[in-house]
């Protein structure tokens, strides 16, 4: 990664101003041209850097549910269990992690009722008891990575 | 959930309760949908990237502005800007810290946890009986497993938490990573 790289992940990770010339205001505040923040974000979204430039989405203001959600899979059966559960569009990130519950995955659906119908969806596919742990309170939502 | 019953107070929450705000509640319905289509996938890299996204779904660029601050001030949006992989930017260690702390407690120790610059995500969630037992969680994301382990052990004498239950549960791979899709 280079220099206009790096300054453009911190530059950003805070948000993104809406004017008519956003890429322009962003040049003006990191000392950089128009053109080279364009390009610079296009160089960090071709080599997957960033996986996305646009709305951070909160799903439960827009009428949405979003949860996350663990598994007990079976070592054997995990990869055969992660292609079922990544089959639902709603599952949006999916983690082999170090634990008895050893797949975690968030749930995003668009209809609040949606997500039970996707829960038992993805129980009858796999076999397994879904445990759903939906967000009660949230602290701290933010980026704070130094790169 | 078990323990005390929840109260307001518990909840020193960055969002107030659940107050969905639907796309559909005003008369702007259908272009406003047509404008969340557009731009979930990003914003266009072009000089006036509000003016294309209106020529994409039939607005001005005004209009583009004026609805996507809306949705900023609502927040509908949390904020438009990178979503980065950090995988790709060396940051290859990523736990999951869980701890059960007392339900009286867990809006005061979440709020100190959150304030730890490693802490990149903090929620209080359901416990789940024998399978789970922890109620608070912190995502930290670090170069190396070393590194986020010492700032767990940090974490958790600087909050008091040493007598809590708490696991550490690593990253072993990531099969899919991407935002919600609406359509």
Redo the contacts between chains.
């Keep these: 990664?280079n220099a206009l790289e790096r300054t453009?992940?911190n530059g950003?990770?805070?948000?993104?101003p809406?004017?008519?010339?956003?890429?322009?205001a962003v040049a003006e505040r990191l000392g950089l041209t128009?053109e080279a923040v364009?390009e610079g974000?296009?160089g960090?979204?071709d080599?997957?850097?960033?996986?996305?430039?646009?709305?951070?989405?909160?799903?439960?203001?827009?009428?949405?549910a979003?949860s996350?959600a663990?598994l007990?899979v079976p070592e054997a059966d995990f990869e055969r269990v992660?292609a079922e559960v990544?089959a639902f569009?709603?599952?949006?990130?999916?983690?082999?992690?170090?634990?008895?519950?050893n797949m975690?995955?968030?749930l995003?659906t668009?209809k609040?009722e949606r997500k039970a119908e996707v829960i038992a969806g993805i129980e009858a596919a796999t076999g397994l008891k879904v445990?759903d742990?939906?967000?009660?309170?949230?602290?701290?939502?933010?980026?704070?990575?130094e790169? | 959930m078990s323990g005390m019953p929840?109260r307001a107070v518990?909840?020193?929450?960055?969002?107030p309760g659940?107050?969905?705000?639907?796309?559909?509640t005003h008369p702007d319905a259908a272009s406003d949908l047509r404008l969340l289509a557009a731009?979930?996938?990003?914003?266009p890299?072009?000089?006036?990237?509000?003016?294309e996204l209106g020529r994409q779904v039939g607005l001005s660029?005004a209009e583009v502005?004026e609805r996507?601050?809306r949705?900023?001030a609502?927040?509908?949006?949390?904020?438009?800007?990178?979503?980065?992989?950090?995988r790709?930017?060396?940051?290859r260690a990523?736990a999951?810290v869980v701890f059960d702390v007392p339900d009286a407690l867990?809006?005061a120790v979440?709020?100190r946890?959150?304030?730890f610059?490693c802490?990149?995500?903090?929620?209080?969630?359901?416990r789940?009986g024998e399978?789970?037992p922890y109620n608070l969680?912190c995502m930290i994301?670090g170069r190396d497993r070393a590194t986020v382990e010492a700032q767990v052990e940090a974490l958790t004498l600087a909050c008091g938490l040493e007598a809590m239950p708490r696991?550490v549960?690593?990253?072993?791979?990531?099969?899919?990573?991407?935002?919600?899709?609406?359509?």
């Design positions: 990664m453009l992940i950003l990770q805070g948000g993104f809406i004017c008519e010339r956003p890429y322009l128009e364009i974000l296009r960090l979204l080599q997957g850097i960033l996986s996305r430039f646009g709305p951070l989405y909160h799903a439960e203001r827009m009428g949405g979003l996350l663990a007990a992660v990544n569009p709603e599952v949006a990130h999916n983690y082999a992690r170090d634990h008895a519950l975690w995955f968030v995003a668009e609040p445990h742990m939906p967000k009660l309170a949230e602290y701290y939502v933010g980026l704070r990575l790169v | 929840l518990d909840f020193p929450a960055v969002f659940p107050a969905p705000v639907h796309c559909g731009v979930q996938h990003g914003l890299l072009v000089p006036r990237p509000y003016a660029e502005i996507l601050e949705w900023l609502t927040g509908i949006v949390k904020r438009l800007g990178v979503v980065v992989r950090h790709k930017l060396g940051y990523n999951m867990v809006g979440g709020a946890l959150a304030a610059a802490v990149t995500l903090c929620y209080r969630r359901p789940r399978a789970w969680f994301h696991a549960l690593f990253s072993r791979r990531c099969f899919k990573q991407r935002g919600a899709v609406y359509r």
